[in-house]
């Protein structure tokens, strides 16, 4: 194989892949990207065969052919080359990288050997705004759960249903939900947990445009126009996050997103692990918020309110508040509370396609 492309476009392609790569595992070739000519562009692909990730790239072919290359390693070389014209040539396994005055060789593993990603069907597919699906797994994706043993709660559910699509993520203590209207076809009816690994890459990728989803009994495929992400699901049954939202709420407090948010942070710095709480008492035209950690210290800070219902008082642990904040650029947001010991819910001001979910703490 002899191949000769500019070093941004070979530096944009190896981080669009590399996210696939596995850093714990023992099979050798998973450490490695593959590389082979496609007509007049070269493809990357890399997989640590729960996820793939392939894409495109221009360049000039003079020899076809391909080979697996270490991924860390192509990485930096390419990276720290001048920008100019990259010419990387094959014999056997070993790879010579040339770049102006830079001459590098490495050894790479038969591309045979690699794992193939898989192709996935037209039939189950379906056409989405990249920058809509970017927004709603921002909006949901904090709330995944780390833990290994809630392993259907690792990911985000994608629930397709009568022209629907829903995301929803939760690690049993908080909720995100979000829905938008999208045409499909009327049979198209479909439940998966896509990991959070996916996800994550998926949101890193995304820009602006249409993308196609293909859907498959446990893979799903996000496809752009010159890049492939395909990822096994999940198994395992996803929570009942019906039962969770709350259908009705006594009080809804209007807040000002960057104050509240800032406030927050300042009371938030007097937790600890074991006190991880901070109190809101609210009434007419304020909010106190206050933590105590008694081995640390005390937090104290008032807040103006437009705010004429009853009293509460409620504890929510704070760094679910702040994903929440931290994660939407809407100037006003909702906290919809009913009393200390009910759930609350918080979402932009008079937006009703999304929602957060909260337990509270113990006062």
Same mark, same amino acid.
């Given at each position: 194989?002899?191949?000769?492309?500019?070093?941004?476009?070979?530096?944009?392609?190896?981080?669009?892949?590399?996210?696939?790569?596995?850093?714990?595992? !023992?099979?050798?070739? *998973?450490?490695?990207? %593959?590389?082979?000519?496609? @007509?007049? =562009? $070269?493809? #990357?692909? &890399? /997989? +640590?065969?729960?996820?793939?990730?392939?894409?495109?790239?221009?360049?000039?072919?003079?020899?076809?052919?391909?080979?697996?290359?270490?991924?860390?390693?192509?990485?930096?070389?390419?990276?720290?080359?001048?920008?100019?014209?990259?010419?990387?040539?094959?014999?056997?396994?070993?790879?010579?990288?040339?770049?102006?005055?830079?001459?590098?060789?490495?050894?790479?593993?038969?591309?045979?050997?690699?794992?193939?990603?898989?192709?996935?069907?037209?039939?189950?597919?379906?056409?989405?705004?990249?920058?809509?699906?970017?927004?709603?797994?921002?909006?949901?994706?904090?709330?995944?759960?780390?833990?290994? !043993?809630?392993?259907? *709660?690792?990911?985000? %559910?994608?629930?397709?249903? @009568?022209? =629907? $699509?829903? #995301?929803? &993520? /939760? +690690?049993?203590?908080?909720?995100?939900?979000?829905?938008?209207?999208?045409?499909?076809?009327?049979?198209?009816?479909?439940?998966?947990?896509?990991?959070?690994?996916?996800?994550?890459?998926?949101?890193?990728?995304?820009?602006?445009?249409?993308?196609?989803?293909?859907?498959?009994?446990?893979?799903?495929?996000?496809?752009?126009?010159?890049?492939?992400?395909?990822?096994?699901?999940?198994?395992?049954?996803?929570?009942?996050?019906?039962?969770?939202?709350?259908?009705?709420?006594?009080?809804?407090?209007?807040?000002?997103?960057?104050?509240?948010?800032?406030?927050?942070?300042?009371?938030?710095?007097?937790?600890?692990?074991?006190?991880?709480?901070?109190? %809101?008492?609210?009434?007419?035209?304020?909010?106190?918020?206050?933590?105590? /950690?008694?081995?640390?210290?005390?937090?104290?800070?008032?807040?103006?309110?437009?705010?004429?219902?009853?009293?509460?008082?409620?504890?929510?642990?704070?760094?679910?508040?702040?994903?929440?904040?931290?994660?939407?650029?809407?100037?006003?947001?909702?906290?919809?509370?009913?009393?200390?010991?009910?759930?609350?819910?918080?979402?932009?001001?008079?937006?009703?396609?999304?929602?957060?979910?909260?337990?509270?703490?113990?006062?």
């Amino acid at each position: 194989m002899e191949v000769t492309c500019p070093k941004a476009e070979l530096v944009k392609g190896i981080q669009t892949v590399q996210g696939a790569i596995s850093t714990r595992t !023992t099979l050798p070739i *998973l450490s490695n990207l %593959l590389l082979e000519t496609k @007509e007049s =562009e $070269l493809h #990357l692909a &890399a /997989t +640590d065969l729960e996820i793939g990730i392939e894409c495109l790239i221009p360049a000039k072919i003079t020899d076809p052919g391909g080979v697996t290359i270490p991924a860390r390693k192509i990485g930096e070389i390419i990276r720290e080359l001048p920008e100019a014209e990259v010419k990387i040539s094959t014999k056997d396994s070993l790879i010579t990288i040339e770049c102006q005055k830079s001459v590098f060789k490495v050894s790479g593993l038969n591309r045979e050997d690699f794992p193939q990603i898989p192709q996935l069907e037209k039939e189950k597919s379906f056409i989405f705004r990249q920058e809509l699906l970017k927004k709603m797994l921002k909006r949901t994706s904090f709330a995944v759960s780390s833990e290994e !043993t809630r392993h259907a *709660l690792n990911g985000v %559910l994608f629930s397709i249903n @009568e022209n =629907e $699509l829903k #995301l929803v &993520a /939760t +690690d049993g203590r908080r909720l995100a939900y979000t829905k938008r209207k999208m045409e499909v076809s009327e049979n198209l009816k479909s439940d998966m947990i896509i990991p959070i690994k996916a996800v994550n890459e998926i949101s890193r990728i995304l820009e602006v445009g249409d993308l196609e989803i293909f859907l498959k009994e446990n893979q799903i495929a996000f496809c752009l126009d010159k890049i492939r992400i395909v990822s096994r699901l999940l198994v395992g049954r996803f929570a009942d996050y019906n039962k969770v939202i709350p259908r009705k709420v006594k009080e809804k407090i209007v807040l000002l997103r960057e104050p509240f948010l800032s406030t927050l942070k300042r009371v938030a710095i007097l937790t600890s692990e074991k006190s991880n709480s901070v109190r %809101l008492d609210i009434s007419k035209g304020r909010m106190m918020l206050t933590a105590i /950690t008694p081995e640390v210290g005390e937090a104290k800070e008032e807040l103006d309110l437009n705010y004429q219902g009853e009293d509460i008082s409620i504890a929510f642990n704070p760094n679910y508040m702040l994903d929440f904040l931290k994660n939407e650029d809407a100037e006003e947001v909702y906290l919809e509370l009913t009393d200390s010991l009910s759930p609350g819910l918080m979402r932009p001001a008079g937006e009703e396609k999304y929602l957060y979910v909260i337990m509270p703490m113990k006062l």
